[in-house]
């Protein structure tokens, strides 16, 4: 499964009204940001980079995803490759853990001691109203760096963690692994350590 680390850039909080000025992502060491005026092109370039089975991550997510499906609808594109993908949240572990309504994706880099590009995202209709793209990009980039530091961070929050016997048995495999790692991972850091020894066999 892809981790696809995403944000969009919108003009407004109401996408009836609103439009998508800029998509961002990052995926197996691809990072990408779109700023263009032709709203459908964007979303088309997006849809096409998704597989199945990959995963949409955010911070915030189900405001994108929401803004994505039903600008997607607007311009007659057909929504269903993002409907398939697993969606992961981060902002949901955090709200579950204390009495807020949200809490910043700014406020959580600096509290983890991340980097992150200072600039306010209420600046972004000004910035596309004054056609400073480069503006948009950076902070729409920033911001999905953010979402991939945050889901490294929250890992034990999000996902089960990998059992004892995984751990032992990667160690029997000769694996070398994090405390991070979660039940998928170790799954499948073992089927690709099996299938390099019976590459190694025959």
């Given at each position: 499964?892809?981790?696809?680390?995403?944000?969009i850039e919108t003009?407004?909080?109401?996408?009836?009204?609103?439009?998508?000025?800029?998509?961002?992502?990052?995926?197996?060491?691809?990072?990408?940001?779109?700023?263009?005026?032709?709203?459908?092109?964007?979303?088309?370039?997006?849809?096409?980079?998704?597989?199945?089975?990959?995963?949409?991550?955010?911070?915030?997510?189900?405001?994108?995803?929401?803004?994505?499906?039903?600008?997607?609808?607007?311009?007659?594109?057909?929504?269903?490759?993002?409907?398939?993908?697993?969606?992961?949240?981060?902002?949901?572990?955090i709200k579950a853990?204390?009495?807020?309504?949200?809490?910043?994706?700014?406020?959580?880099?600096?509290?983890?001691?991340f980097e992150y590009?200072?600039?306010?995202?209420?600046?972004?209709?000004?910035?596309?109203?004054?056609?400073?793209?480069?503006?948009?990009?950076?902070?729409?980039?920033?911001?999905?760096?953010?979402?991939?530091?945050?889901?490294?961070?929250?890992?034990?929050?999000?996902?089960?963690?990998?059992?004892?016997?995984?751990?032992?048995?990667?160690?029997?495999?000769?694996?070398?692994?994090?405390?991070?790692?979660?039940?998928?991972?170790?799954?499948?850091?073992?089927?690709?350590?099996?299938?390099?020894?019976?590459?190694?066999?025959?």
């Amino acid at each position: 499964m892809r981790q696809v680390f995403t944000d969009i850039e919108t003009t407004g909080l109401y996408p009836f009204v609103h439009r998508i000025v800029c998509i961002g992502w990052a995926c197996e060491g691809e990072k990408r940001t779109i700023v263009d005026r032709d709203e459908r092109g964007m979303l088309q370039q997006f849809l096409d980079f998704l597989q199945p089975g990959d995963a949409l991550v955010g911070y915030n997510f189900d405001f994108d995803y929401g803004f994505l499906v039903l600008r997607c609808l607007k311009h007659g594109l057909n929504p269903q490759k993002l409907i398939s993908c697993e969606r992961i949240d981060l902002m949901k572990p955090i709200k579950a853990l204390i009495e807020a309504k949200g809490v910043s994706l700014q406020t959580l880099a600096d509290f983890f001691g991340f980097e992150y590009e200072k600039t306010s995202g209420k600046k972004i209709p000004e910035f596309w109203e004054n056609g400073d793209h480069e503006a948009i990009k950076r902070h729409c980039l920033s911001d999905v760096g953010l979402a991939a530091q945050l889901f490294e961070r929250l890992k034990p929050l999000l996902f089960e963690p990998a059992t004892e016997k995984q751990k032992r048995y990667l160690l029997d495999l000769g694996v070398k692994f994090d405390e991070t790692l979660t039940k998928g991972e170790a799954s499948r850091l073992i089927d690709e350590a099996r299938g390099s020894q019976r590459g190694a066999d025959t």
